[in-house]
């Protein structure tokens, strides 16, 4: 079914009706916001040929509709967040995007709809399986869960994706299940620079804190650990690559299990002049640990593949380049 909506999203954007009326409801937007008196007004007719349009877009698999249809949700809000129509129609627009995060915090909760029977069966459907492992409250958007399956899936994976997209959500989520691992393993999360280190650790311990005690974790962003004979733990360790060269060069330091590099693209710029010993640490820490499972995550970049191929991991063709955002921004230039 999927391709039938592709097309007729298609269709819609060729025909150019659609960007009319995207380009007019932008401007609407704009005056609405900033509170301009010659605010236009859609007809009836125009609004709902964009709530069919954007509903056809919802149910594509193509990240270029899904954004389109957020967009025109997005647009739409600041004019028509009381209408009840308007309420309606993104319900349904949201929750085929599996945005139920957004459907919470922006829908006007006066209105009490019911869905179609399908979706309204999908809706549960997404709401039981695609919960945030770490915080029941909230639901992965459907990139977002495939995404977390990829990676669990796999002991090696590269992606890339918008920084909308909620890149921590899936780290967190990741790190939940591995530290449920028997045997337990060590885990390194390595960021490019000393200030994301701070950054990092306190969005751990605030949303995992339960679960690290419960596994007997401890979180620590030096190169050097320091044994207790009378403790057993295991370790999340928040590194910079300097750190993890550090770290591998003490013998005591015991093995990792996961390495998950944030901000990968910075390992292939030839302008960043610290990229070698990013690219050093990762494969020291390889040689060191054969079994190490490996992670890339980094922003826009249309080739995530070339950093297992750097490794030579290629051949696993474990790779995702993400295009859908899972929040919309209209930026205005003044």
Do not use: W
């Amino acid at each position: 079914m999927d391709s039938i909506y592709s097309k007729l999203s298609q269709d819609a954007l060729e025909d150019g009706y659609l960007n009319e009326l995207i380009f007019k409801l932008t401007e609407i937007n704009f005056k609405t916001i900033f509170k301009e008196s010659d605010v236009e007004v859609l007809t009836q007719l125009e609004i709902s040929h964009l709530y069919r349009f954007t509903d056809i877009m919802s149910c594509s698999e193509e990240s270029e509709f899904r954004n389109i249809s957020l967009k025109i949700v997005s647009l739409m809000y600041e004019k028509f967040n009381e209408d009840e129509q308007y309420n309606k129609f993104a319900l349904a627009v949201l929750t085929k995007l599996g945005s139920f995060y957004s459907i919470q915090q922006f829908l006007n909760q006066k209105f009490n709809f019911n869905l179609p029977t399908e979706r309204n069966i999908e809706s549960q459907i997404k709401k039981e399986i695609q919960i945030v492992p770490f915080n029941e409250k909230y639901i992965f958007t459907d990139t977002q869960y495939e995404l977390f399956k990829n990676i669990s899936n796999a002991k090696m994976f590269s992606f890339s994706a918008p920084t909308s997209m909620g890149k921590s959500f899936i780290l967190k989520s990741f790190l939940h299940k591995v530290m449920q691992n028997k045997p337990p393993e060590n885990i390194i999360i390595m960021v490019p620079t000393r200030a994301l280190i701070n950054q990092f650790v306190i969005d751990i311990k605030v949303e995992l804190h339960n679960i690290i005690e419960q596994h007997n974790y401890k979180l620590l962003t030096n190169s050097t650990i320091v044994h207790d004979d009378n403790i057993l733990n295991n370790y999340i360790l928040v590194l910079t690559p300097e750190r993890i060269l550090s770290y591998i060069s003490s013998l005591e330091n015991p093995p990792i299990g996961f390495l998950f590099v944030d901000e990968a693209h910075k390992i292939a710029s030839h302008k960043d002049s610290r990229s070698i010993t990013s690219y050093l640490a990762i494969e020291k820490l390889l040689k060191k640990n054969p079994n190490l499972n490996l992670y890339f995550a980094s922003p826009n970049v249309s080739n995530p593949n070339i950093f297992l191929d750097m490794f030579g991991r290629g051949f696993m063709k474990n790779y995702k380049q993400i295009k859908e955002v899972s929040v919309n921004q209209n930026l205005f230039f003044l």
